[in-house]
């Protein structure tokens, strides 16, 4: 289970540019100060989840607007994106 968060870890750090801390793997939405923002706007933002030997997850940044997933979205992640974009 934690080779996949820090796989996920990984590519989140390489496609930001910056360290970032362990992503949390609950399946909810999580926002974290992204380079060049302004300190406390949050606008990067991810969903890990966990499913026993299986794992999703997606990221983005409400700043420039892109998103990348590592599996089709189901319904409970297409639900949490639409909330993690709705909440700024």
């Known amino acids: 289970m934690a080779n996949h968060a820090i796989q996920f870890h990984k590519v989140l750090q390489d496609a930001f540019g910056q360290q970032l ?3 949390v793997p609950d399946g909810q939405p999580h926002h ?3 380079y060049g923002d302004e ?3 949050l606008k990067g933002w ?3 989840r966990l499913d026993g030997s299986s ?3 997606c ?3 409400l700043k ?3 998103v990348w997933h590592s599996s089709p979205i189901d319904q409970q992640e297409a639900e949490l994106l639409e909330e993690a974009h709705t909440d700024e």
Do not use: D, E
Request: charged content about 0%; hydrophobic content about 40%; aromatic content about 14%.
């Open 46 to 48: 991810y969903i890990l």
């Open 59 to 61: 990221f983005g940044s």
């Open 55 to 57: 794992a999703s997850g």
């Open 39 to 41: 300190p406390g706007t």
């Open 21 to 23: 801390p362990m992503p």
């Open 64 to 66: 420039v607007g892109n």
């Open 32 to 34: 974290f100060n992204a």
